[in-house]
């Protein structure tokens, strides 16, 4: 079932979205029924259905990575929504973003606020997105390790958005991926904790399992 999580807010996971089987998200406050979608990957209409009869407010894109914007041109065929990214992946865009994500902005869906959490690593501008106990990682946190880097340096610095952004979050925080299952900041922690307990190569990047890496 779509619906993954619903109290006072609800999160919609749309998956298997497209050639990589990308998650699309809804996030909706209950009582007002605004919502936002969060990513444009192919199949962009079954998001847009999963939306239906909710006040549609925007899209927010957690990077620009091709297969998180793949359904842009046919989002923009088949909506006039606003779409908005963090400033450090807005080239990639195949149109202009209407407004940026930055660190800590707020959004709101009727009484239920959206916190922006600028992730770089990944991509230089990934964000995540907290809803109440609810994550949107993105790539930058899936269970077993952060998404794919393209050097050390990235790599160092998706471990530092990880520990200092993500980490910082309750533990029972449930963690909903830009692709595949959910995991929990807790459960993230605990493979984290047998990562740092092993020698480390200092060109680590690429795929990297917390505990098999």
């Not at 790599?155 to 958005?161: M, N, T």
Request: hydrophobic residues 40%.
């Amino acid at each position: 079932m779509p619906l993954v999580h619903d109290t006072h807010f609800q999160v919609y996971k749309v998956a298997g979205m497209g050639p990589y089987n990308n998650n699309g998200y809804v996030l909706a406050d209950r009582a007002s029924r605004e919502c936002y979608l969060v990513d444009a990957p192919a199949e962009i209409p079954r998001l847009l259905t999963e939306a239906s009869g909710m006040l549609v407010k925007g899209v927010l894109i957690t990077h620009t990575h091709p297969d998180h914007i793949a359904g842009y041109a046919d989002l923009m065929a088949l909506t006039e929504l606003p779409v908005a990214v963090h400033p450090a992946d807005a080239a990639r865009l195949p149109g202009p973003a209407v407004f940026g994500l930055n660190d800590g902005d707020v959004l709101q869906v009727g009484s239920t606020p959206i916190q922006v959490l600028h992730t770089p690593g990944h991509t230089p501008g990934g964000v995540c997105l907290l809803i109440g106990d609810c994550l949107i990682s993105g790539d930058t946190l899936f269970p077993g390790g952060p998404g794919y880097t393209r050097g050390p340096e990235a790599f160092e610095q998706v471990v530092r958005s990880i520990t200092e952004h993500l980490y910082a979050l309750d533990s029972a925080v449930k963690v909903f991926p830009g692709h595949g299952g959910d995991t929990t900041i807790g459960d993230s922690k605990i493979e984290y904790t047998v990562f740092t307990a092993k020698a480390r190569n200092a060109g680590l990047h690429g795929e990297v399992h917390w505990l098999t890496s």
